[in-house]
């Protein structure tokens, strides 16, 4: 079975402060997918990134960073100076390697940033 | 170009009574998903569909729930005698192929009364 665990059920920080949100997974397979989605107010989820199990290279994108570390089963998203726009609550999600399956999402992470 | 879209956005209902719920997929998208969430949690998987065909329906709850793609593109999820139980977001994404990521729809709202 696989399970993703989002320990940080909200967080608030002040505009321009850095924040990391944790992810850590439980699977059995060892092809497997990772994903970050943020859900804003409005209510839709958008893809944020995808990373495959073979692929432990942290990435950059802009203000956002991720970090993959198999070793501890983590999969932790960083938000660099943050801004007020990046209020919202943030899931993390597990796929198995084969085709077509579904997502198993975290309990997600509120991301409070104040002005 | 067009995202995922669901109708309506919005349902209210009455214990008892059946409800269908449609998404249209990302144009050219073969790979169809339903999910569900409620309130203060992550979605929950319920259906999968690689054109027409269920490919993997482990995640609907009971029998109450049915969902088609008769022509591969658009797909309904029915739900018969609803109960309070079932008030929840529904979400419908696609992917290109069943191996990419998944693009998700803004839901549809069901309450139950």
């Known amino acids: 079975a696989q399970k993703v665990t989002q320990a940080q059920t909200e967080i608030s920080v002040v505009e321009k402060e850095d924040v990391t949100l944790d992810c850590v997974y439980e699977t059995r397979d060892t092809t497997y997918y990772l994903f970050w989605y943020k859900q804003p107010p409005s209510g839709e989820l958008v893809f944020l990134i995808r990373?495959?199990?073979?692929?432990?290279q942290n990435e950059i994108s802009g203000r956002y960073s991720w970090n993959f570390q198999k070793s501890t089963s983590s999969f932790n998203f960083t938000i660099t100076a943050s801004q007020v726009v990046d209020s919202a609550v943030y899931f993390c999600?597990?796929?198995?390697?084969?085709?077509?399956?579904?997502?198993?999402f975290g309990g997600g992470t509120r991301l409070m940033v104040k002005p | 170009g067009a995202g995922v879209s669901q109708t309506p956005s919005n349902k209210v209902t009455e214990k008892g009574k059946y409800v269908e719920l449609r998404c249209d997929p990302i144009?050219?998208?073969?790979?169809l998903y339903w999910y569900r969430q409620s309130l203060g949690q992550g979605p929950e998987f319920l259906i999968y569909f690689q054109g027409t065909g269920a490919a993997d329906d482990s995640g609907l709850p009971n029998d109450r729930f049915f969902a088609v793609r008769p022509e591969g593109s658009v797909s309904t999820l029915k739900i018969q005698r609803t109960e309070r139980g079932d008030s929840a977001v529904y979400l419908c994404?696609?992917?290109?192929?069943?191996?990419?990521?998944?693009?998700f729809g803004p839901g549809t709202r069901l309450t139950v009364l």
């Open positions: 999600a597990l796929s198995r390697g084969n085709a077509g399956n579904m997502l198993t």
């Open positions: 990373r495959n199990s073979f692929d432990e």
């Open positions: 994404a696609s992917s290109l192929t069943s191996f990419d990521e998944q693009f």
């Open positions: 144009s050219g998208h073969t790979a």
